[in-house]
């Protein structure tokens, strides 16, 4: 299969292997995966702030660089939501039929679901031997119904010591401008996140997106947590022989 690989603009910026970990595993699985240059914004930020005209030239460029792909894969949960569940209510807000068209006949998928889900797969045949918790993505959760599939996978890598954390299903307090909007309630709720990180006793926590993972590293960083932060493409991306990404 010929996949589209849609790296969120957060992530090309600040976690660029992310995207290099899901090309890697989808390349072992044999799947031809190409990055389309033109890519941009999803425009997610622009729409859940209020910014309805440039969120939908944004929806606009994103059907036109991703129109004609086999399958378009998201190593970003929040992301592959926004363009799921937002760009068709982008395009009824533009009075835009071609837009709600293009975007209905996308086939996007979050990364794990594709690979649970389209691929029927969850031993990619990775090892990583750590203790690692696991960390639901709210907007997966809600919008895609992602359920267990990022666990399936986990617990098929090779090495790994999957430990469940205590209060998972609650939001680590992020929320995009929430945290911004919000600052102190957003601090309190990541205070409580990175407690129940720490109960378990995990070396690293995984996500299935990075903007939750920033907001929870840096949490860690400052309280001096002793836990890293790893996007879940990542630890299935290793091998054996391989150390763990900087």
């Known amino acids: 299969m010929r996949v589209a690989l849609f790296v969120s603009c957060f992530d090309d910026a600040m976690f660029p292997g992310t995207g290099r970990a899901a090309a890697a595993v989808l390349e072992r699985l044999g799947h031809e995966v190409v990055y389309p240059p033109g890519q941009t914004c999803c425009g997610q930020m622009h729409w859940t702030t209020g910014y309805r005209q440039e969120a939908a030239r944004l929806a606009r460029a994103f059907t036109e660089v991703f129109t004609g792909a086999d399958a378009v894969v998201a190593p970003s949960a929040s992301c592959a939501a926004a363009v799921r569940?937002?760009?068709?209510?982008?395009?009824?807000?533009?009075?835009?039929?071609?837009?709600?068209?293009?975007?209905?006949?996308?086939?996007?998928?979050?990364f794990?679901?594709?690979?649970?889900?389209?691929?029927?797969?969850?031993?990619?045949?990775?090892?990583?031997?750590?203790?690692?918790?696991?960390?639901?993505?709210?907007?997966?959760?809600?919008?895609l119904a992602t359920g267990d599939r990022p666990l399936r996978l986990l617990r098929a890598v090779r090495g790994l010591d999957l430990v469940e954390m205590p209060g998972a299903g609650e939001?680590?307090?992020?929320?995009?401008?929430?945290?911004?909007?919000?600052?102190?309630?957003?601090?309190?709720?990541?205070?409580?996140?990175?407690?129940?990180?720490?109960?378990?006793?995990?070396?690293?926590?995984?996500?299935?997106?990075?903007?939750?993972?920033?907001?929870?590293?840096?949490?860690?960083?400052?309280?001096?947590?002793?836990?890293?932060?790893?996007?879940?493409?990542?630890?299935?991306?290793?091998?054996?022989?391989?150390?763990?990404?900087?």
Do not use: W
């Not at 031993?123 to 907007?139: I, K, S």
């Not at 109960?199 to 309280?223: K, P, Q």
């Open 85 to 110: 569940a937002d760009h068709p209510r982008i395009a009824r807000a533009a009075g835009d039929p071609g837009l709600a068209r293009a975007a209905e006949g996308l086939a996007v998928h979050e």
């Open 112 to 143: 794990t679901e594709f690979l649970v889900d389209v691929l029927g797969v969850a031993d990619v045949g990775a090892v990583f031997p750590h203790r690692v918790t696991y960390q639901p993505v709210c907007r997966a959760d809600r919008l």
């Open 171 to 246: 939001c680590c307090g992020f929320g995009g401008a929430f945290a911004m909007k919000n600052a102190d309630v957003s601090v309190a709720m990541v205070a409580d996140k990175v407690g129940h990180i720490r109960d378990t006793g995990a070396e690293f926590v995984c996500a299935a997106d990075n903007g939750c993972l920033a907001h929870i590293g840096g949490a860690l960083s400052r309280l001096r947590g002793g836990v890293r932060v790893l996007h879940l493409a990542e630890i299935l991306a290793a091998t054996r022989g391989q150390g763990v990404p900087a």
